[in-house]
């Protein structure tokens, strides 16, 4: 089984709908990430958690919301969505401070179309 | 705050050849540096990592990189590919000290050619 999981793999959707994409964890990391993945522009942050108790915005998070409902799972909201939202979205985790040097450990995506 | 540039978005190359993914870097702290590897409709893997020490890193499937600190730049190179080298190649920066989150360069699409 992988070690981070993203559920669903493809989603296709309508604009207005609300969309959530979940991740789960069997690392034992603290800290969960949400990316976005568009060609050409690489992957962006859209929010990020360094424990249960705490959620930060990254560079892109007008649109979406997050909740971190326990240790191993984040789960990205989308309240009503948007085609320029269709996106390849990337949940990841990675070690707690004190061993953390930024390496992030990916879960396999989740494709999403807004139509 | 950090940033990535990768400066070729697509490399194209004949199989066994040498190859060269540029990549520079932007910061004013002390940073570790990251390939991360996107084959077709998979996640990222690690390739490999310069956290200290030795500026030459070798990573998975032969792959290597360069630190160089003046020139703030983290190259990877392979000296023969194979077709199965096939993949988007993201290089990515963070922050040795505060709160380390991962700055990904734009990807370089490496296609081998038989």
């Known amino acids: 089984d992988a070690d981070v999981t993203q559920t669903p793999r493809n989603r296709i959707t309508k604009t207005g709908k609300r969309i959530m994409l979940e991740c789960s964890q069997t690392k034992g990391h603290d800290r969960m990430y949400w990316y976005r993945q568009d060609p050409g522009l690489g992957l962006r942050l859209i929010y990020y958690?360094?424990?249960?108790?705490?959620?930060n915005k990254g560079e892109i998070s007008d649109g979406y919301s997050v909740s971190r409902q326990a240790q191993a799972k984040f789960s990205l909201s989308l309240e009503s969505a948007i085609p320029n939202q269709t996106a390849l979205y990337f949940c990841?985790?990675?070690?707690?401070?004190?061993?953390?040097?930024?390496?992030?450990?990916f879960g396999e995506g989740s494709r999403l179309t807004v139509l | 705050a950090q940033s990535v540039t990768q400066l070729d978005s697509q490399v194209p190359v004949f199989e066994e050849a040498p190859v060269e993914l540029r990549c520079n870097y932007s910061?004013?702290?002390?940073?570790?540096l990251f390939w991360y590897v996107q084959y077709p409709n998979q996640g990222l893997q690690l390739l490999l990592k310069?956290?200290?020490?030795?500026?030459l890193v070798k990573g998975i499937n032969g792959f290597e990189a360069e630190f160089n600190k003046s020139q703030t730049s983290f190259h990877l190179r392979k000296p023969s590919v194979h077709i199965s080298d096939t993949a988007e190649y993201f290089c990515a920066v963070s922050r040795v000290q505060g709160a380390q989150k991962l700055v990904f360069g734009q990807g370089t699409r490496l296609t081998i050619n038989p």
């Open positions: 990841a985790t990675s070690a707690h401070l004190g061993t953390n040097t930024g390496e992030l450990f």
């Open positions: 910061s004013s702290v002390s940073v570790y």
């Open positions: 958690s360094f424990d249960v108790k705490d959620i």
């Open positions: 310069y956290l200290s020490g030795s500026t």
